[in-house]
């Protein structure tokens, strides 16, 4: 079979992957290892909710929503709080994820199918690579968003603010794709975190189509995502009146599904830059 057809093992055709066979790939990665990825993104999606309320709970006594540590009436400061440390947690615990998901989807697109069990100890010594990949993260996309918000802010006082804000916008967009690759890389590359940051922006320019492509097909996923997460909350409400309980199992359902396709559609973008840069070795070193 011709190379641009493309032999197919596994999840996804051996040749340089289109936006469908990206988003059909993460699909059926999750449909061929139900117990790796929903089965541990379930166990993260619980652990995570309950961490995340814990946090909110021990930092505030209660509802952020109801509570004012500026003094002044309508502060966004307390929500605001409570949604970094809710991301903080879910991010903590799903480097346990991340780990997982990298660890299995390499595989599959040879046709190679890991448990769980197998998945957790393959990837496990990644997880600290993976800490300091979200953090590194969290700080230049963090610092970027604070510029960007201080420019937001000028905005309101002139309209020459908006020459401040744009920019910081556009590198916290900018930085946000050109790392995306990197949780991959520290998993099947076991690269430390600055370095896998460096190497997702050479894969993201040189081999997985370029920027923009990156930036459309993670555009794409998370409008899937929040399709979803808008119908599954919605149906929640309506069951239950919006309850804090229902809130917490519709978070839990969304993590779930939501999450392990997300994150085996960005292992593919991986290892299809890897193809694009390298060839068919690339895909067999990908798959480890």
Same mark, same amino acid.
């Given at each position: 079979?011709? &190379?641009?057809i493309?032999?197919?093992?596994?999840?996804?055709p051996?040749?340089?992957?289109?936006?469908?066979?990206l988003?059909?790939?993460?699909?059926d990665?999750?449909?061929?290892?139900?117990?790796?990825?929903?089965?541990?993104g379930?166990? +993260?999606?619980v652990?995570? &909710?309950?961490?995340?309320?814990? $946090?909110?709970l021990l930092?505030?006594g209660?509802?952020p929503?109801?509570?004012?540590?500026?003094?002044?009436?309508?502060?966004?400061?307390?929500?605001?709080?409570?949604s970094l440390?809710?991301?903080?947690a879910?991010?903590? +615990?799903?480097?346990v994820l991340?780990?997982?998901?990298n660890?299995?989807v390499?595989?599959?697109?040879?046709?190679?199918?890991?448990? $769980?069990?197998?998945?957790?100890?393959?990837g496990?010594?990644?997880m600290?690579?993976?800490?300091?990949?979200? @953090?590194?993260?969290?700080?230049?996309?963090?610092? $970027?968003?604070?510029?960007?918000?201080?420019?937001?802010?000028?905005?309101a006082?002139?309209?020459?603010g908006l020459?401040?804000a744009?920019?910081?916008?556009?590198?916290?967009l900018?930085?946000?794709?050109?790392?995306?690759?990197?949780p991959?890389?520290? +998993?099947?590359?076991?690269?430390?975190?600055?370095?896998?940051l460096?190497?997702?922006?050479e894969l993201?320019h040189?081999?997985?189509?370029?920027?923009?492509?990156?930036?459309? @097909?993670?555009l794409?996923?998370?409008?899937?995502?929040?399709?979803?997460?808008?119908a @599954?909350?919605?149906?929640f409400?309506?069951?239950?009146?919006?309850?804090?309980?229902a809130?917490?199992?519709? $978070?839990i359902?969304?993590?779930?599904? @939501?999450?392990?396709w997300?994150?085996?559609?960005?292992?593919?973008?991986?290892?299809?830059a890897?193809?694009?840069? &390298?060839?068919? &070795?690339?895909?067999?070193?990908?798959?480890?």
């Amino acid at each position: 079979m011709s &190379e641009d057809i493309g032999l197919r093992l596994g999840i996804v055709p051996l040749r340089p992957l289109s936006v469908p066979d990206l988003l059909r790939g993460a699909l059926d990665a999750v449909r061929r290892h139900p117990g790796a990825l929903l089965g541990i993104g379930f166990a +993260v999606a619980v652990v995570g &909710e309950l961490a995340a309320r814990l $946090a909110v709970l021990l930092a505030f006594g209660g509802d952020p929503a109801g509570l004012d540590l500026t003094g002044h009436p309508g502060s966004a400061f307390p929500p605001f709080a409570a949604s970094l440390l809710r991301t903080a947690a879910f991010g903590l +615990v799903g480097i346990v994820l991340a780990a997982v998901v990298n660890t299995v989807v390499p595989r599959a697109v040879f046709g190679h199918t890991t448990r $769980a069990s197998a998945a957790l100890r393959a990837g496990s010594p990644s997880m600290p690579a993976l800490l300091g990949v979200a @953090v590194l993260t969290g700080l230049l996309v963090g610092l $970027a968003a604070g510029m960007a918000a201080l420019g937001a802010l000028a905005v309101a006082i002139s309209p020459l603010g908006l020459v401040l804000a744009l920019p910081p916008l556009g590198l916290m967009l900018y930085l946000s794709v050109v790392l995306l690759l990197a949780p991959p890389v520290a +998993v099947v590359e076991r690269l430390g975190p600055v370095a896998a940051l460096r190497r997702s922006r050479e894969l993201v320019h040189d081999g997985a189509g370029g920027w923009w492509r990156v930036f459309g @097909v993670a555009l794409i996923a998370s409008l899937v995502g929040l399709a979803l997460k808008v119908a @599954v909350y919605s149906v929640f409400d309506a069951i239950s009146g919006g309850t804090a309980f229902a809130d917490a199992l519709g $978070a839990i359902l969304v993590g779930t599904l @939501v999450t392990p396709w997300t994150l085996a559609l960005h292992a593919l973008l991986y290892v299809d830059a890897r193809y694009r840069v &390298e060839g068919s &070795e690339g895909l067999w070193r990908a798959a480890g």
